[in-house]
């Protein structure tokens, strides 16, 4: 039996742009990496948008993200595990608010972990 896709099981497009949102708050709220997102160059809903494109072609195969590929985009902030780990608690937080299940936060938290050399220590 062919399980639904992860993109699908998070909601779609819509699904996925309110859990980024909220994710993108807790950034923002959260004393070990606020400072990084307050000083980032772009803007709060340039950073919501980046993110959400990132994720959407990450998780539907459709490539509606132009921006940098992940290691570019981290390369000279120099982030610590202790960041890294910060921004993942962020997300599940944000996954537990929107109520997506304990399988669909697996598979999420497995690609987020596979992102981890493309972003910590760069």
Not at 11 to 16: A, D, P
Not at 55 to 84: I, K, W
Request: with cysteine; hydrophobic share 45%; glycine share 10%.
């Amino acid at each position: 039996m062919e399980q639904t896709p992860l993109f699908d099981r998070l909601g779609g497009r819509e699904g996925l742009h309110g859990l980024l949102e909220k994710v993108v708050a807790n950034h923002f709220a959260n004393p070990l990496v606020c400072t990084r997102y307050e000083n980032a160059k772009a803007s709060r809903d340039e950073l919501l948008e980046g993110a959400f494109e990132f994720f959407c072609t990450g998780l539907s195969g459709v490539p509606t993200y132009e921006g940098l590929p992940l290691a570019d985009a981290h390369r000279g902030m120099n982030v610590s595990d202790q960041e890294f780990v910060a921004v993942i608690d962020d997300i599940v937080k944000a996954m537990d608010a929107h109520g997506i299940g304990e399988l669909e936060q697996a598979e999420a938290l497995k690609i987020l972990w596979d992102m981890k050399p493309d972003v910590v220590g760069l």
